[in-house]
């Protein structure tokens, strides 16, 4: 006979987002997150389009693995590149529960004296950018409750060590062209350089002062796993954003095991 395995919950995502700067389209992508039992993987894709296309040609790729333990995602591996018409840049790192084991960048970057160096401590407790997005809401009530909000995380991204904190902003209901449209929720978000950063770099400045910069949460279907439907971030050029255009989630059925 055939009966459910007990487990944790398992979701499925395919999402699409379009970036946009002063409501102008620039660049398009996609996400894939999948939750299984005792494992997760998330894929993003990303690429310059439109009128950004023709200043400046541009795409990117990012993927996070793991385990689920006890509902959180613990990653193993990470892996970021980048390709632009003039140079192209690969980031690799694997992690054993938060501490970063290994990690690299092809080709190696210059050293530059005023970067403030990344120390063995600064690898430990950790969370990648792309695990760190998918925010986790424990206990047993409404995920979208203002206290998913109130958290923060210690990311690594192979290059530099910065804190993101999060705060209840407000409650709303989104609508995507496919897909998802309910409630969601908006948390601010404050970024706090700590290392492998040059100090005198004026996005690192301007970044470390906005008290404006939001993302807005939807549910993962059938799991406690949050997902950032839209971020803005307000620039001197007018509002950056990134929202989805397409979000498809499904809870996906547990494994069946087999009994005598």
């Known amino acids: 006979m055939l009966v459910p395995r ?11 987002y379009e970036a946009s700067l002063a409501g102008i389209v620039v660049g398009k992508g996609a996400w894939t997150v999948e939750i299984l039992e005792d494992q997760f993987s998330a894929n993003a894709y990303g ?24 509902g ?13 018409a003039k140079r192209s840049e690969q980031i690799h790192m694997t992690l054993q529960n938060g501490n970063v084991k290994d990690y690299g960048i092809d080709p190696v970057p210059p050293v530059d004296p005023d970067r403030i160096p990344v120390t063995e401590a600064h690898r430990r407790g950790v969370y990648d950018p792309m695990t760190a997005s998918l925010l ?21 991204d192979g290059r530099m060590r910065y ?13 995507a ?18 290392a492998g950063y040059i100090p005198d770099r004026p996005v690192i400045k301007y970044l470390a002062a906005q008290r404006d910069i939001e993302i ?38 547990p494994h069946l095991a087999k009994t005598q």
């Open 6 to 16: 007990a487990g944790h919950a398992q979701a499925r995502l395919e999402a699409q």
């Open 47 to 70: 690429g310059t389009s439109g009128l950004m296309k023709t200043f400046s040609s541009g795409s990117g790729n990012t993927s996070s693995q793991g385990r689920v333990v006890n």
């Open 72 to 84: 959180a995602l613990v990653a193993s591996n990470y892996t970021a590149s980048t390709v632009t």
């Open 136 to 156: 986790r809401v424990t206990g047993n009530g409404d995920p979208l409750s203002p206290d998913a909000c109130r958290t923060g995380a210690a990311i690594f």
């Open 163 to 175: 804190d993101l904190k999060l705060d209840f902003k407000r409650a709303e209901n989104v609508k």
């Open 177 to 194: 062209d496919k897909g998802y449209h309910g409630p969601a929720i908006v948390c601010a978000v404050y970024f706090t350089p700590i």
């Open 216 to 253: 807005t949460f939807v549910p993962l279907a059938g799991t406690r796993i949050l997902v950032p439907f839209r971020m803005r971030v307000p620039t001197p050029l007018g509002t950056a954003m990134l929202e989805a255009t397409q979000f498809v989630t499904q809870a996906l059925p």
